[in-house]
């Protein structure tokens, strides 16, 4: 069931190239089939249209973002893409597909996948191929990955600059992903656990909000003049970077908890109501 968003949270947020509405992708504004509502999709392109900044903020990788990005009419402006190790630029004129990777930070895997296999020796292990696909160690449940996937040795891996591990184990939940972390104490990185019940490790210090801070300043938008909606847990530092902060009906209580507001699930539309929000006039 839908649950109404309440627009008193929008005191700061007004339409227009003065605020910026950053978007996760899955559970927020797809659905876990794939879809786009036509509603939401509409509600995106309004409030592109009204010039306000929007900026989809996912852990998906460049590649598996472009296609949503393309669904929305977004084909200028920015992205926060692999949980915010990576920040593209979109612009049509743009040669080689309009866009360009402005900032990508890596990191030295190693350490991580060897701690990580110590104590899940059945793990499945990716590192994102920028722009392209994934290297893995064996193959990844069938339409889990996209892009051009190739199967490296673990050594291999371990010894190549990375802007994202990917830890999989079919049968584990996301809560065995949690006890893992802790289990094996990883140090040095950061983490987070997907719905799909995967493990994401990142440089030291990112996230999605640190992506979101980069794209901020560089656009002029005030620190009180921005709105994040999200569903996992990868979305809890991008909610405390936020002024707005929404949380999808489908989050856990640990992702609720972390943002202000509360909508309904995707399933409902729930993004719908927040983005309408984002466009009624002032004191309405």
């Known amino acids: 069931m839908s649950v109404s968003f309440e ?14 509405v950053a978007l996760d992708i899955d559970g927020t504004i797809l659905h876990h089939d794939g879809r786009i509502s036509e509603e939401v999709r509409t509600a995106v392109r309004r ?8 900026v989809l903020s996912t852990g998906r990788s460049t590649h598996a973002t472009l296609p949503v990005l393309a669904e929305l009419g977004l084909d200028t402006g920015w992205a926060v893409c692999s949980n ?10 743009i040669s080689g597909g309009g866009y360009e990777f402005t900032d990508v930070v890596t990191f030295d895997p190693g350490p991580s996948l060897r701690l990580l296999r110590e ?17 893995v160690t064996s193959e990844f449940p069938i339409g889990e990955l996209s892009g051009v996937v190739r199967v490296i040795d673990f050594e291999q891996m371990c010894a190549e600059p990375a802007v994202r591990v990917t830890v999989r184990a079919p049968g584990l939940q996301s809560q065995d992903f949690h006890d893992l972390v802790a289990r094996s104490g990883l140090h040095g990185v950061s983490y987070a ?17 640190s992506g979101l801070e980069l794209v901020r300043e560089r656009l002029g938008v005030a620190a ?14 991008m909610f405390g970077w936020a ?36 466009l009624r006039e002032p004191g309405h």
Do not use: C
């Not at 994102?128 to 994934?134: A, H, K, S, T, V």
């Not at 929404?246 to 699930?265: C, L, N, Q, S």
């Open 193 to 209: 656990v997907g719905w799909t019940a995967w493990l994401d490790i990142a440089p030291d210090g990112i996230s999605k909000a």
């Open 7 to 20: 627009p008193v949270a929008l005191t700061e947020i007004t339409p227009g190239p003065s605020s910026l």
């Open 224 to 237: 009180e003049a921005t709105l994040a909606a999200g569903d996992g847990q990868n979305d809890i530092e």
């Open 47 to 54: 409030v592109a249209g009204s010039g306000t900044h929007v």
């Open 84 to 93: 915010g190790a990576v920040v593209v630029r979109l612009d049509p004129q």
């Open 119 to 135: 104590h899940l020796p059945e793990g499945i292990f990716a590192v994102e191929d920028l722009g392209r696909g994934y290297a």
């Open 243 to 278: 002024a707005v902060s929404v949380a999808m009906g489908g989050a856990d209580e640990t992702t609720r908890a972390a943002a202000r507001w509360h909508t309904g699930p995707v399933e409902a539309d729930g993004l719908v109501p927040v983005l309408d929000a984002v």
